[in-house]
């Protein structure tokens, strides 16, 4: 097994086999996100910027986990009887590499704007596939996202990242007929996939945390995010 694998394996088995896992299938209406992302441009050169829609997701995530604090959350390894609700927000993003899954953590985002967040999503992800990643930034994150939006497929079942209580699993966005207002439209729906921690967190409670997402990253929440 590579080097990478060998080591993210003891964490998966763990959390696979120790983790009641349950996930929560949904869909977000990304329309309006997607026709702000391609407006966005440079204002002094006037070219367009080149912002993924990952980033608007992962702004879109930290204020539903300031909204549902259980998210942002572990359980004690000693005592499992406690846990601790964090007050940061690192978010992990699993980077797809040749060398195997790495998950970099993008700290502090809900201090950073849209087009930061993108400028350190490329930095961490080239630093992951040249293997120049420092350790300790594999660690202390507060939610994952895995993001196979850019290759394909709808839904999957993504296994949590230990100790944290859930992830985000996103496929790849699609039109679709959507019935709305008594009638038929085309709209940009993308695929969730939010695995959680059934210890912490109830399926109400996850179907709420769902909706908000999905709520955020709609038509009014995607012009202040990019602020």
């Known amino acids: 097994m590579p080097r990478?694998?060998?080591?993210?394996?003891?964490?998966?088995m763990n959390s696979w086999t120790n983790?009641?896992?349950?996930?929560?299938?949904?869909e977000a209406d990304i329309t309006e996100l997607e026709e702000f992302r391609n407006s966005l441009t440079d204002i002094y050169t006037g070219e367009k910027k080149k912002i993924t829609p990952l980033a608007f997701i992962i702004k879109?995530?930290?204020?539903?986990?300031k909204k549902f604090p259980n998210f942002?959350?572990?359980i004690d390894q000693i005592d499992e009887g406690k846990m601790t609700?964090?007050?940061?927000?690192?978010?992990?993003?699993?980077?797809d590499t040749t060398h195997g899954l790495m998950v970099p953590k993008l700290r502090n985002a809900d201090n950073k704007n849209i087009s930061l967040i993108s400028s350190e999503l490329k930095k961490l992800s080239d630093q992951c596939r040249n293997l120049k990643i420092d350790k300790k930034e594999l660690f202390g994150g507060s939610m994952t996202i895995t993001s196979l939006g850019g290759i394909g497929g709808s839904f999957f079942t993504p296994i949590i990242n230990y100790p944290e209580v859930a992830i985000?699993?996103?496929?790849?966005?699609?039109?679709?007929?959507v019935f709305l207002d008594g009638k038929?439209?085309?709209?940009?729906m993308l695929p969730l996939s939010l695995s959680y921690d059934h210890r912490i967190i109830d399926g109400a409670e996850a179907a709420r945390?769902?909706?908000?997402?999905?709520?955020?990253?709609g038509k009014n929440f995607a012009y202040k995010l990019a602020v």
């Open 4 to 12: 990478v694998k060998k080591l993210s394996s003891k964490y998966l």
């Open 19 to 26: 983790i009641p896992h349950v996930t929560n299938h949904d």
């Open 60 to 65: 879109a995530l930290t204020a539903s986990l």
């Open 72 to 74: 942002n959350s572990s």
């Open 85 to 95: 609700v964090k007050k940061y927000y690192h978010i992990g993003i699993a980077v």
């Open 168 to 177: 985000l699993g996103v496929g790849k966005s699609e039109k679709k007929q």
């Open 184 to 188: 038929f439209i085309t709209r940009t």
């Open 209 to 217: 945390f769902n909706n908000d997402l999905k709520e955020n990253l």
